[in-house]
């Protein structure tokens, strides 16, 4: 890395504002295997000193005037936009993704910064006519407390904005845990919020096992609330320590996301919308279309037209100008070609030409006459595979497109409106993109129903996770 501000590749810990430096485990450059830092196993003890830090630092945040919590969410805000070169370079350092996306990445979370920091400004209650003369009633919010924040690899720097910022901005306090595979954006943004005027304690950054870390922060009575994006494996787990301290959640869990391609549809706008649903992050987001449904009548110009995308993909380290970067690690490698071979056994074909890639790679690749008995329509691959389902009617695809447990994202292209919004309303899914294969911005509600999670990130709905409702009952008037 050759960062303009060495100072924001941290190797330590954020516990009540002290860094925190231990070369207990160290961190891998997926594109070279090779380590690229260390980082502190954080202990029991230690998690416990972050709750206790995070639980005195609410007296005095939760205090502020909300618009001096907006006003320093703001700083942020600018700060990361100021150093998105170099929060880029250390995303790229140690989760792959090209450097162009991890700019983008930097500046999609930033956008969420600067949403909550607006939204802090309108977190109102109401008053509500009471059924007895003489009394008024007020339904008043405030902030949920101590949060835990737990978050995966795949997009280490937007997941931690989308759910501390609005924390933040309701007057909560927060300990997160980062995935021990990129630690290093979290802790950027760590030096970033102190820069920015967040008081020591309100913001507490973990490294270290996820199990120890997530059992102390879950098993804790003073956390009151727990977010977490990840699999809907972990999640289930998170949930089950949740219960008997009773935490309210948002869990932002797996997808399995149906991209369906009607016969009206515009065919260049439906292999665009393909490409970026589907090659975003090299197929590692939990939107990405998993299961491509196309309609017979345009079935084989539509897979004409994106193996021709594919193939053009270029594929190398992050730090070139490539369109896909490694995978993030070996067992994401492992499951992506079993899924390719099973799809191959079962008659799937690929579209796109074979290339010979170094182990850290996917190759991205069409599949036509995929069938439902395949591993890659029950499961998410997380890869650049593109399965093609050809289908012949709409309540066929949308049988196919909701026969899963998850419920995440969902897309479809046509031009006929009626089907426009049948569609949409019989999608069994969190967010649906109709002629688009974009459909995540800070002004939207994020989130799954089913087996994808619960709860909203993003727009209004994401700072009233962070907010309960107190009912005050005014007598005596
Ligand atoms: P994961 O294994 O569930 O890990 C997610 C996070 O949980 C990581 O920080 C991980 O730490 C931590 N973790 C693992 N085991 C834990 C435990 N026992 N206790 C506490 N924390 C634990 O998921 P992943 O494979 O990294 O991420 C990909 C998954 O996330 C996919 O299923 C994807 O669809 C989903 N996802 C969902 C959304 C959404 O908004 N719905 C967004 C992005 C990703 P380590 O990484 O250090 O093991």
């Not at 830092?37 to 007296?59: L, Q, S, Y």
């Not at 170099?86 to 996306?101: H, M, N, R």
């Not at 992506?336 to 074979?354: P, Q, S, Y």
């Not at 974009?438 to 727009?459: M, Q, T």
Request: charged letters at 20%; one cysteine or more.
């Amino acid at each position: 890395m050759n960062l303009s501000d060495p100072d924001l590749f941290r190797q330590a810990a954020l516990i009540d504002g002290a860094w925190i430096a231990r070369p207990d485990m160290e961190v891998t450059n997926p594109a070279t295997g090779r380590a690229i830092g260390t980082m502190p196993d954080c202990t029991d003890e230690e998690t416990e000193t972050a709750i206790a830090a995070a639980d005195r630092a609410m007296v005095g945040w939760r205090a502020r005037t909300h618009s001096d919590r907006a006003d320093i969410l703001m700083r942020w805000y600018q700060l990361m936009l100021d150093h998105a070169g170099d929060l880029a370079q250390i995303l790229t350092a140690e989760q792959g993704k090209p450097l162009a996306e991890a700019k983008g990445e930097v500046i999609y979370g930033a956008s969420f910064v600067r949403w909550f920091a607006e939204e802090a400004r309108r977190i109102n209650g109401k008053i509500i006519p009471s059924p007895l003369p003489g009394k008024k009633i007020f339904a008043m919010k405030e902030p949920v407390g101590v949060c835990a924040i737990i978050t995966p690899w795949n997009f280490p720097i937007a997941m931690i904005a989308r759910k501390v910022a609005p924390g933040l901005a309701a007057g909560c306090t927060m300990v997160v845990k980062p995935s021990d595979f990129t630690p290093y954006s979290a802790l950027a943004m760590g030096v970033l919020a102190e820069r920015a005027g967040i008081p020591a304690g309100v913001l507490n950054i973990l490294t270290g096992r996820p199990e120890a870390i997530g059992g102390a922060l879950t098993a804790s009575p003073v956390v009151r609330k727990l977010s977490f994006t990840g699999s809907t494996r972990i999640g289930a787990l998170l949930a089950q320590q949740c219960a008997p301290t009773l935490k309210k959640m948002s869990l932002e869990l797996g997808g399995n996301a149906p991209f369906i391609v009607f016969d009206d549809a515009d065919l260049d706008a439906a292999v665009e919308g393909a490409m970026v649903s589907k090659f975003r992050n090299g197929g590692q987001t939990c939107v990405c279309a998993n299961r491509i449904l196309v309609q017979a009548g345009i079935h084989d110009a539509f897979v004409a037209a994106l193996a021709k995308r594919v193939d053009a993909l270029t594929v190398g380290p992050g730090t070139e100008a490539v369109a896909i970067g490694p995978m993030i690690n070996a067992a994401a490698i492992a499951k992506i070609r079993d899924h390719v071979a099973d799809a191959e056994a079962k008659g799937a074909a690929r579209a796109t030409a074979a290339r010979d890639l170094p182990d850290a790679y996917a190759d991205p690749v069409v599949l036509t006459g995929a069938t439902l008995d395949m591993r890659l329509a029950t499961e998410e691959t997380f890869g650049p595979v593109a399965p093609i389902f050809r289908f012949e009617t709409e309540a066929e695809a949308l049988e196919i497109a909701n026969g899963t447990p998850f419920g995440l994202a969902a897309y479809f292209f046509t031009r006929d409106m009626a089907r426009a919004f049948r569609v949409a309303e019989a999608l069994e899914f969190g967010m649906v993109g109709l002629n688009t294969g974009a459909i995540s911005h800070a002004e939207a509600p994020f989130g799954g129903v089913k087996s994808s999670g619960l709860g909203r990130e993003g727009a209004q709905e994401g700072i009233e996770e962070y907010l309960e409702t107190k009912a005050f009952h005014f007598g005596g008037l």
